[in-house]
Nanobody
Framework: QVQLVESGGGLVQPGGSLRLSCAASGFTFSSYPMSWYRQVPGKERELVAAITITGAGGRATTNYADSVKGRFTISRDNAKSTVYLQMNGLKPEDTAVYYC??????????WGQGTQVTVSS
């Protein structure tokens, strides 16, 4: 079945870095755009970063929330069916549960179970 499994979260000091991974299975990963969202208690889930499918030139287009531009980088490895989120310069306000997401036709939106990121000294 379609499955997304996140990993790589944890506790990090302000200014530190983490790399999140999302391993996909059950669908043709290379054929779908992928996204990272995050959510804090009491707030709506928000889009952090998104990446398109890899084009003929071997490159994918990325988009970021203004709050993470210049600090976070989304990438994908189609051979490993994995999407990554490299997070640098972490701030306390980046603390959240981070979710991987895909829209799989005809199933619809699929979410991972989430991974907690805590930025604190």
């Amino acid at each position: 079945q379609v499955q997304l499994v996140e990993s790589g979260g944890g506790l990090v000091q302000p200014g530190g870095s983490l790399r999140l991974s999302c391993a996909a299975s059950g669908f043709t990963f290379s054929s779908y755009p992928m996204s990272w969202y995050r959510q804090v208690p009491g707030k709506e889930r928000e889009l952090v970063a998104a990446i398109t499918i890899t084009g003929a030139g071997g490159r994918a287009t990325t988009n970021y929330a203004d709050s993470v531009k210049g600090r976070f980088t989304i990438s994908r490895d189609n051979a490993k069916s994995t999407v990554y989120l490299q997070m640098n310069g972490l701030k306390p306000e980046d603390t959240a549960v981070y979710y991987c997401q895909a829209r799989i036709s005809p199933i619809g939106v699929v979410w991972g179970q989430g991974t907690q990121v805590t930025v604190s000294s």
